[in-house]
């Protein structure tokens, strides 16, 4: 065991906390009409990464200090197993048929949030609360999302953004 990822699981969760939080509060529409535990978020989140087929793999991979093929080898097992695990990913709603390519499953309005939160943990624990931003410019072209889906994301950051330039506009006067 890592005091180095224990610390940065309990930091995301916070994270994906404060996010969840800030959600409800300012933007309670997003729950209204869809079955939301968010009590049951705050406690599960990324909880498999706690078994040992996750942690280990991780811990050895980002706070191990060597990247041999074997490190790899079980960092990509562990992240495939945590998405196959964790329906608040997208990859968890891209599905691969045998004779037909992929096709993108249009995700619950319960994972697209926390999700996003998710994606937004990050920028609560580095206080830039805007970073979400350019994350998401920078990776939407590799995200695969259902057309629906990929609605309801850009429709909930675009709100963010908004309510955060309007808590700006607000403490400047």
């Given at each position: 065991?890592?005091?180095?990822?224990?610390?940065?699981?309990?930091?995301?969760r916070n994270g994906v906390n404060k996010s969840l939080e800030w959600?409800?509060?300012?933007?309670?529409?997003?729950f209204e009409n869809i079955e939301f535990n968010a009590l049951e978020i705050q406690l599960s989140h990324d909880k498999s990464k706690?078994?040992?087929e996750e942690y280990e793999a991780y811990d050895a991979y980002f706070y191990g200090g060597?990247?041999?093929y074997?490190?790899?080898?079980?960092?990509k097992r562990a992240w495939l197993r945590h998405i196959h695990h964790n329906p608040h990913h997208w990859q968890?709603?891209?599905?691969?048929?045998?004779?037909e390519g992929t096709e993108c499953i249009e995700m619950p309005m319960q994972y697209i949030i926390e999700m996003i939160c998710d994606w937004w943990s990050f920028s609560w624990v580095?206080?830039?609360?805007?970073?979400?931003?350019?994350?998401?410019?920078?990776?939407?072209?590799q995200i695969k999302l259902h057309d629906d889906t990929l609605y309801a994301v850009e429709s909930i950051l675009d709100?963010?953004?908004?309510?955060?330039d309007a808590e700006s506009d607000a403490n400047e006067s």
């Open positions: 065991m890592s005091l180095e990822y224990d610390n940065y699981l309990m930091q995301h959600l409800q509060k300012n933007c309670s529409y997003l706690n078994d040992p060597n990247r041999s074997q490190v790899v080898q079980d960092y968890y709603w891209v599905l691969i048929n045998d004779d580095s206080g830039n609360l805007y970073e979400i931003f350019n994350w998401y410019d920078n990776h939407k072209d709100d963010i953004k908004n309510k955060l």
